[in-house]
Nanobody
Framework: QVQLVESGGGLVQAGGSLRLSCAAS????????MGWFRQAPGKEREFVAA????????SYIDSVRGRFTISRDNDKNSVYLQMNSLKPEDTAVYYC??????????????????WGQGTQVTVSS
């Protein structure tokens, strides 16, 4: 079992920045791929970014590439999402997740085994 706890969400003006953190416990995540997803009201959960155990390669949805950066610290059993140049359309609940198996697509939520409870990000215009 892996427990994931996200933090760092909040209210920010358009153009601002936030850094989300995801702390894992119960098991080391150092060997596994980690992902960030988001879900806006009335919409399906959407892939945002993913990072493999050795941080190579990373992957991003087109709408955040160049603005968001995913990183991890295996010593701290944590993964991060630095979000810059935030836009109102980035408003959503952000979730981190861990993928035990490497089969399937890293962008598919169903391929992830454990999820955090989410943290709200609200970007005002």
């Amino acid at each position: 079992q892996v427990q994931l706890v996200e933090s760092g969400g909040g209210l920010v003006q358009a153009g601002g920045s936030l850094r989300l953190s995801c702390a894992a416990s119960g098991r080391s995540i150092s060997s596994y791929e980690m992902g960030w997803f988001r879900q806006a009201p009335g919409k399906e959960r959407e892939f945002v970014a993913a990072i493999r155990w050795n941080s190579i390669p990373t992957s991003y949805i087109d709408s955040v590439r160049g603005r968001f950066t995913i990183s991890r610290d295996n010593d701290k059993n944590s993964v991060y999402l630095q979000m810059n140049s935030l836009k109102p359309e980035d408003t959503a609940v952000y979730y981190c997740a861990v993928r035990i198996s490497n089969s399937g697509s890293r962008t598919n939520p169903s391929q992830y085994d454990y999820w955090g409870q989410g943290t709200q990000v609200t970007v005002s215009s």
